[in-house]
């Protein structure tokens, strides 16, 4: 994905991005181009299938803002080789993802019965806030 992200990271700032999603196997890039360019001229095509079952999809680029945003009103929804598509502003990743490098996760197992969650805890509390939502797993593990 990091190629991607450089390949577009000017454009995708600047609005001249949009992504296709759920597409058929049989969209290439060169259909796409056709299509797209009949509403305003296309800079790039970028495709990517995946060999797991998920629906490939692609990110196409404009030389124009205005061009881009015409695409995406005219084309989500609109049916390309008989899938329904879905047209987005493309993002970078990090837009929409939470950061979550400082979040770790420790498995403790082989406890004593008469350990409670509270004792763990007290155990872990000298390095750091403890999430609430760790708080199941603590009771499972301590039952």
Known sequence: MGGILLWARQALQ?????????????????????????????????????????????????????????????????????????????????????DTSNHFHVFVGDLSPEITTEDIKAAFAPFGKISPKATPALSWLCA
Not at 33 to 55: A, H, R, V, W, Y
């Open 14 to 98: 600047n609005g001249q991005v949009v992504y296709v999603g759920n597409l058929s196997r049989d969209v290439t890039e060169i259909l796409i181009l056709q299509l797209f360019t009949q509403i305003g001229p296309c800079k790039s095509c970028k495709m990517i299938t995946e060999q797991s079952s998920n629906d490939p999809y692609c990110f196409v680029e404009f030389f124009e803002h205005r061009d881009a945003a015409a695409a995406l009103a005219a084309m989500n929804g609109r049916k390309i080789l008989g899938k329904e598509v879905k047209v987005n502003w493309a993002t970078t990743p990090s837009s929409q993802k939470k």
